[in-house]
């Protein structure tokens, strides 16, 4: 079965600029939830989202905004792109849950945002 | 979530002696805990999981133990092999409002000397 895809791997924007990252699912994961890891931050919550719903969020601005579609494949955008932002997204899909009984996360390789 | 972190940012150890990467956790009222690998460009890989009714699980040459006393976990890893370099990490599932996220700690990196 295939992983989590993460598309583009890397990419460069300019501060200001916007960005789209996609993350296709395990087959049968309906669950896909966002991470960013930067250096000092380690791994923090972006977003998860199930049957096309966004059930949570964590403490990033407005400008992190993110949908699913009825495929179960997630995209995120980052609007007015700003120097901090450069990290590693990482996408991660589980098995259709409807609370945290317990399962892992599976992540992709992520994408790795360069904002200059 | 409350933050789940780590003892050590660093171990080294030579190749085919026994690793052990600790881990404490604050919330008394998490059930389930999760240990995962990540090698410098990939994602984090899912190594094993332990839940809150057991102090011990096994795996292929991995060995978490989880002690609910003093929450504390602990990763093991036998006879560490030089594939076994990586960052880990311990993670808590965060479950309020329906959702579904992991608290993770900082990391401990592991370095395997040949």
């Known amino acids: 079965k295939a992983g989590v895809t993460q598309t583009p791997r890397y990419l460069i924007k300019t501060r200001g600029q916007q960005v789209t990252l996609s993350c296709s699912p395990i087959s049968g994961h309906r669950s896909v939830s966002w991470y960013q890891q930067t250096p000092g931050q380690g791994l923090q919550f972006l977003f998860e989202?199930?049957?096309?719903?966004?059930?949570n969020k964590g403490n990033f601005p407005g400008r992190f905004s993110g949908r699913q579609f009825s495929n179960s494949r997630s995209e995120m955008n980052v609007s007015t792109l700003e120097l901090g932002d450069s990290a590693l997204y990482l996408c991660?899909?589980?098995?259709?849950?409807?609370?945290?009984?317990?399962?892992?996360?599976?992540f992709g390789n992520g994408t790795r945002l360069t904002v200059t | 979530g409350e933050s789940v972190g780590l003892h050590l940012p660093t171990l080294s150890v030579q190749e085919g002696d026994n690793s052990i990467i600790n881990c404490a956790y604050s919330n008394s009222a998490s059930d389930y805990f999760i240990w995962y690998k990540q090698e410098s460009g990939k994602g984090p890989q899912f190594i094993i999981d332990i839940r809150s009714n057991m102090d011990k699980r096994q795996g292929q040459r991995v060995t978490v133990l989880l002690n609910k006393t003093v929450k504390h976990l602990s990763l093991q890893i036998a006879a560490t092999q030089p594939g076994d370099s990586a960052v880990y990490f311990c993670?808590?599932?965060?479950?309020?409002?329906?959702?579904?996220?992991?608290?993770f700690g900082k990391g401990t990196k592991l370095s395997v000397i040949p």
């Open positions: 989202y199930f049957s096309e719903t966004q059930r």
């Open positions: 991660a899909s589980s098995l259709p849950r409807t609370g945290g009984e317990g399962s892992p996360l599976h």
């Open positions: 993670a808590e599932p965060y479950s309020g409002a329906g959702s579904y996220q992991l608290t």
